[in-house]
């Protein structure tokens, strides 16, 4: 049996004005639409809600035993709707991402910072983890989108290609293969390396499977052994940009390169909201700038002033 909200609402107020007249003022309702709506309810329940006299009007007992509890559920009705109109409201005024941790490190900040400029009234929420994991999250609807590489898993959902990163060597400056400008494989096999998550996954595929004489799940633990002398590591090249590579040297990997694509993961049932949609060009657009950097850094090239 459907609910006649309607219904309920008009029984209500002729509970409360005791009249017709009076309820149908106060509903702005003709006295005839009023009673269809009356009518109507007691058909569907199949009994009569009010005794009808010359001189009053009066509930019957059926309309005793229902009135308390058609207030009620009006009152539980207008909560939920006030909370989802509230649930609604929070969706546009924040963007929940997720986002692999070399990424958001490399290239959010600023991003961010260009957006809370643009949208400065929504809400940025980044989720960092593991790409397997952001398309878990973007299937199941806890982010809007991702900011992760390709992989062959979740093919349910969209990927976005938005650049290919290449990944470098990166060591101290008093390492032997310093003053190098890029390093083949060959000879990276010559010195200590020392493995990361990150470049175990861009070679998983790879016949190129180096003995690693030193691993680390984190980059940033790679880089912290990087600095102790322990060896070489490798990362992807946007990586190189923050404040803790300026003593380090970088070298491309020649013979062969390694690289990944990385870009948007989205689910092609889930329209985005304007402010992911925004905050997703936003992110293209500087990837442009980071690449930018890192073939500056590559090559030598000191950074013009902004």
Known sequence: MRVDVLGLQAFIAIADHGTFGAAAKALNLSQTALSHRIAKIETELGLPLFVRTTRKLALTQEGLALLPRARRALVDLEKAMTELKQLGQLRRQEVTMGCIPSLATSVLGETLTRFAQVMPNVRVRVMDGYARVIATQVNGGEVEFGLAVRMGTHYE??????????????????????????????ELSEHCLIGNTVIN?????????PYWDFEAEQISTAVSFVKHGLGITLLPEFEQQQP??????????????????????????MPLSRPASVLMDLIAAQFQVVAQRAERIGTGTPERPA
């Open 157 to 186: 959902l969209d990927f976005k290609p938005v650049m290919t990163e290449h990944f470098v060597a990166v060591c101290r400056r008093d390492h032997p293969l310093a003053d190098r400008g890029s390093v083949s494989w060959d």
């Open 201 to 209: 996954s861009a070679l998983r595929m790879s016949s190129n499977q």
């Open 244 to 269: 803790g590579y300026q003593n380090l040297r970088t070298l491309r990997v020649t013979g062969p390169g390694v690289s990944r694509e990385v870009g948007f993961i989205t689910r092609p049932d």
